[in-house]
């Protein structure tokens, strides 16, 4: 499967060199569905500007970035309080304007697609096709972004971050449970088919690796995040969520849930549970108490140069970088089940509507990404770009690790906002998973088979 998508791929990207490339590269490509291709080519748009972003943090071109057109025509970068010469802090700006340009872009696809019903819309050209136009508007919209004078604009742009990066962190809750339960009951289903072990050793393997690391990421923090004197507010965070890990371990496997949901196991819920561990890990990296928070005393080591100091990137960024592309491609290869235990994620996955390869393109030799929508939309078009969007938001907010631009450079990286958004999205996890537990029971008139 992977094989096939990443040749569809290719073969999309072909097309934006030009006809003969493309036909060339669709005639060695296998049959799949421009639904899924399309999805994915969005993606690795996504993760390419993504891609482009990180290059903007390497420390070497910290000074060459320092000469960028936001940094020439601004005299600081920050409020009059706080004075801070702009190579400080130029790498994390200038993602903000990258992604500036990629959330532009999907926004306006977004507002383009509203009301599409079928891939015999003239606006189907539009969606699925133009990659190579496309990337170059996502380019301008980059260049013209760097000439945005500083001023107000990292303040405010951090606050459009923070709440897109909240709302996509209940998309990947809405992705994670979904892909906890598929995972769960499939195997569960292997292992009923067949009475191998192995598949029941793989979910006991799975289950116990996951709750390990779970309880030694917990263990960690408690170690790195508090000590016997204060944090109270880390401790009340650390342990609340303990608890509501154990609690809801130990609802899956009630029997009234078991009776309702017999596939439903310790499994999801450790995921789920290992899930909220690096969300708390997360939102304690950004607290800003320097006493609490051992990262601030890294950035901020004796004998640092604090003007370069400032945009550094962590074990926790790239965890979160990692889980982020995860979502994406999950959420751009994954067909939505007729089982599913979240309505939301028919309306975030492809819906299979049926349509299949009539054998013509493989006959005739022609390209080989076929449609599927000419009926129907597989999914809706304007809220997938609304998605990345904040998918984008997101990744912002993680490569410069939720700073806060008016704040001093002692905690450049540290924000209680972004605490709290981390912390509220933990639980939120929680409480989205149990009620896929109790649902059925609270709701028995309801088919949630």
Same mark, same amino acid.
């Given at each position: 499967?992977?094989?096939?998508?990443?040749?569809?791929? /290719?073969?999309?990207?072909?097309?934006?060199?030009?006809?003969?490339?493309?036909?060339?590269?669709?005639?060695?490509?296998?049959?799949?569905?421009?639904?899924?291709?399309? #999805?994915?080519?969005?993606?690795?748009?996504?993760? +390419?500007?993504?891609?482009?972003?990180?290059?903007?943090?390497?420390?070497?071109?910290?000074?060459?970035?320092? @000469?960028?057109?936001?940094?020439? @025509?601004?005299?600081?970068? !920050?409020? =009059?309080?706080?004075?801070?010469?702009?190579? /400080? *802090?130029?790498?994390? $700006?200038?993602?903000?304007?990258?992604?500036?340009?990629?959330?532009?872009?999907?926004? $306006?696809?977004?507002?383009?697609?509203?009301?599409?019903?079928?891939?015999?819309?003239?606006?189907?050209?539009?969606?699925?096709?133009?990659?190579?136009?496309?990337?170059?508007?996502?380019?301008?919209? /980059?260049?013209?972004?760097?000439?945005?004078?500083?001023?107000?604009?990292?303040? &405010?742009?951090?606050?459009?971050?923070?709440?897109?990066?909240?709302?996509?962190?209940?998309?990947?809750?809405? !992705?994670?449970?979904?892909? *906890?339960?598929?995972? *769960?009951?499939?195997?569960?289903?292997?292992? %009923? %088919?067949?009475?191998?072990?192995?598949?029941?050793?793989? !979910?006991?393997?799975?289950?116990?690796?996951?709750?390990?690391?779970?309880?030694?990421?917990?263990?960690?923090?408690?170690?790195?995040?508090?000590?016997?004197?204060?944090?109270?507010? @880390?401790?009340?965070?650390?342990?609340?969520? $303990?608890?509501?890990?154990?609690?809801?371990?130990?609802?899956?496997?009630?029997?009234?849930?078991?009776? #309702?949901?017999?596939?439903?196991?310790?499994?999801?819920?450790?995921?789920?549970?290992?899930?909220?561990?690096?969300?708390?890990?997360?939102?304690?990296?950004?607290?800003?108490? #320097?006493?609490?928070?051992? #990262?601030?005393?890294?950035?901020?080591?004796?004998?640092?140069?604090? =003007?370069?100091?400032?945009?550094?990137?962590?074990?926790?960024?790239?965890?979160?970088?990692?889980?982020?592309?995860? *979502?994406?491609?999950?959420?751009?290869?994954?067909?939505?089940?007729?089982?599913? =235990? !979240?309505?939301?994620?028919?309306?975030?996955?492809?819906?299979?509507?049926?349509?299949?390869?009539?054998?013509?393109? &493989? %006959?005739?030799?022609?390209?080989?990404?076929? @449609?599927?929508?000419?009926?129907?939309?597989?999914?809706?078009?304007?809220?997938?770009?609304?998605?990345?969007?904040?998918?984008? +938001?997101?990744?912002?907010?993680?490569?410069?690790?939720w700073f806060s631009p008016n704040s001093s450079l002692e905690t450049l990286n540290s924000n209680i906002a972004s605490v709290w958004v981390k912390m509220i999205s933990s639980w939120l996890c929680i409480a989205l998973y149990s009620w896929t537990l109790v649902a059925p029971i609270a709701l028995p008139d309801r088919d949630f088979d």
């Amino acid at each position: 499967m992977g094989a096939v998508l990443a040749l569809c791929t /290719a073969g999309q990207l072909a097309c934006c060199c030009g006809s003969a490339a493309c036909s060339l590269c669709c005639s060695a490509c296998p049959s799949c569905k421009s639904s899924t291709s399309t #999805r994915i080519m969005y993606g690795v748009i996504l993760i +390419l500007g993504t891609i482009v972003a990180c290059i903007t943090l390497s420390p070497g071109l910290q000074e060459t970035l320092a @000469n960028v057109p936001f940094c020439s @025509n601004s005299t600081r970068i !920050l409020p =009059k309080e706080i004075t801070i010469d702009c190579s /400080a *802090a130029v790498g994390y $700006l200038a993602v903000y304007r990258i992604c500036f340009a990629m959330c532009c872009f999907f926004a $306006l696809m977004a507002v383009i697609m509203v009301g599409v019903k079928s891939g015999k819309d003239p606006r189907a050209g539009i969606q699925n096709g133009f990659w190579g136009i496309k990337i170059l508007i996502i380019i301008a919209a /980059a260049v013209g972004a760097f000439f945005i004078p500083e001023g107000s604009f990292a303040p &405010t742009w951090m606050w459009f971050g923070m709440i897109g990066g909240f709302l996509f962190i209940l998309v990947q809750l809405v !992705l994670l449970v979904d892909f *906890a339960h598929s995972w *769960a009951e499939d195997w569960v289903a292997r292992y %009923e %088919e067949t009475e191998s072990r192995a598949w029941y050793c793989g !979910l006991f393997t799975a289950t116990i690796l996951c709750y390990a690391l779970a309880v030694t990421g917990f263990t960690l923090l408690f170690v790195f995040f508090t000590h016997a004197d204060g944090c109270g507010l @880390n401790k009340f965070f650390l342990s609340f969520n $303990l608890i509501l890990c154990f609690a809801v371990s130990v609802v899956s496997i009630l029997p009234a849930v078991q009776e #309702r949901q017999p596939r439903s196991g310790l499994l999801q819920a450790s995921v789920v549970s290992l899930y909220v561990t690096y969300l708390t890990w997360s939102a304690l990296s950004n607290q800003p108490d #320097r006493s609490c928070n051992p #990262r601030l005393g890294e950035i901020l080591a004796p004998g640092q140069n604090n =003007k370069t100091s400032g945009t550094n990137f962590d074990a926790e960024s790239i965890v979160g970088l990692l889980i982020w592309m995860g *979502a994406v491609l999950y959420s751009s290869i994954r067909t939505a089940s007729n089982h599913s =235990k !979240l309505a939301m994620s028919e309306h975030v996955l492809v819906k299979d509507n049926g349509a299949s390869d009539d054998g013509e393109d &493989t %006959e005739s030799g022609g390209h080989r990404v076929w @449609n599927n929508e000419e009926d129907g939309v597989a999914y809706n078009w304007s809220f997938f770009h609304s998605i990345f969007v904040l998918a984008t +938001l997101y990744v912002m907010m993680t490569l410069t690790n939720w700073f806060s631009p008016n704040s001093s450079l002692e905690t450049l990286n540290s924000n209680i906002a972004s605490v709290w958004v981390k912390m509220i999205s933990s639980w939120l996890c929680i409480a989205l998973y149990s009620w896929t537990l109790v649902a059925p029971i609270a709701l028995p008139d309801r088919d949630f088979d």
